[in-house]
């Protein structure tokens, strides 16, 4: 006959261990734990580095970001969400596979829906407020000799709105808030360059704009850069100064796709289509980081205008064509915020072009203070 006792003591102890045993296997787990990347707004919170008084409550954080599996639940939720229900919290999805972002779930200063209903135009009080401000900035910058070129590229739902879900079908702005800030900014006289238009009467059988991405392809940065240094071409100054053209294009398909895709967290397989481009000369500019991606330096041997751009990630793909027609190029990434090396590099390198570039989500960013000191 069993003793009831030994039974009871066994199902405690050996229920126990077995608690135990799961535990520290679960904290075993979490060393090895491997599931690929995911796109989070934060850094995963670190092993504690040292013992101290607050290292259980540093290792209870730690482990919250790195359970065994975790990675995998996630990318489980967030394909259920998408499949079942089409829900994303930054990602609108369109049709055939093309993703566009709702900026202001992330930047409250940024509203790319609202950009494409034309539902968050100025008043003619604050529309004046914005330009009197920024143009105070161009002068600043014209003090030191400079030609100052605004630049606006469209976001990429205005140029491809045929992508959008249907919820937005008609409800595309024929005037947005970036037309309003170029017809006044342009009225006083300032060398602004709103692309929206181009790059619609150049959409064609070349996809401008990554399908998975917020940004423009190679092709489209192309085109960005010729329009704008044709303008810069038709100042006196710079009449020297030719675009490169386009002697030979082919389209690649690549297995690398771009952030609104990873912002689904899904890590579904994914293809994208980019444009290997050949030009009429060589590009000769070398460009080099001195802060990260947050200050570029850049040398073109041979040229004589040195140049200053001031610019969020659109102007990234640009950048080596623009570059190749200056001798020397600064170029300052906008999330500092404000720039205390700007002055220092106006007086210093007196650059002769000065690009203010300004996606069209970004608009609200020509209120920043360019001039500001620490």
């Not at 040292?50 to 975790?70: G, T, W």
């Not at 829906?113 to 910058?141: H, M, S």
């Amino acid at each position: 006959m069993l003793d009831s006792k030994k039974i009871n003591c066994c199902c405690k102890y050996g229920g126990a261990g077995f608690f135990l045993l799961f535990i520290f296997l679960c904290f075993i787990g979490s060393f090895f734990s491997k599931a690929g990347k995911l796109s989070e707004n934060r850094v995963p919170t670190p092993f504690p580095s040292r013992l101290s008084l607050s290292f259980p409550a540093d290792f209870e954080a730690y482990y919250q970001d790195n359970f065994p599996k975790r990675k995998s639940f996630i990318k489980k939720y967030n394909r259920l969400r998408i499949s079942k229900f089409g829900i994303n919290d930054r990602v609108i999805l369109g049709k055939n596979n093309w993703y566009f972002y709702d900026s202001i779930k992330v930047d409250s200063d940024s509203d790319s829906v609202a950009d494409f209903q034309g539902t968050n135009l100025y008043t003619p009080e604050k529309l004046k407020d914005v330009t009197d401000f920024f143009i105070g900035q161009i002068k600043e910058f014209e003090k030191y000799g400079a030609e100052v070129y605004v630049v606006f590229p469209p976001n990429k739902m205005t140029v491809y709105p045929e992508y959008m879900p249907d919820i937005y079908n008609g409800k595309q702005a024929s005037f947005t808030a970036v037309d309003q800030v170029t017809q006044e900014l342009q009225k006083r006289g300032v060398k602004v360059l709103n692309l929206k238009q181009y790059l619609l009467e150049n959409k064609g059988d070349k996809w401008l704009y990554w399908r998975t991405d917020t940004h423009w392809n190679s092709y489209g940065a192309y085109l960005g850069y010729k329009k704008l240094m044709e303008e810069i071409s038709k100042n006196p100054k710079f009449k020297d100064i030719k675009p490169l053209e386009i002697t030979q294009i082919s389209e690649q398909s690549r297995a690398v796709c771009g952030d609104l895709y990873n912002m689904l967290g899904t890590n579904e397989k994914c293809t994208e289509i980019d444009y290997s481009m050949t030009f009429n000369a060589p590009l000769v500019s070398k460009c080099e980081n001195i802060d990260r991606e947050d200050i570029i330096s850049c040398t073109a041997p041979g040229r004589k205008y040195k140049m200053l751009a001031i610019r969020d990630s659109f102007f990234a793909s640009m950048l080596p064509l623009v570059a190749n027609h200056f001798s020397h190029s600064m170029v300052y990434g906008r999330k500092y915020g404000h720039y205390p090396l700007v002055q220092e590099v106006m007086k210093n390198e007196k650059p002769d072009v000065v690009i203010l570039e300004y996606l069209e989500r970004q608009v609200a960013k020509i209120t920043h203070d360019i001039f500001k000191q620490k």
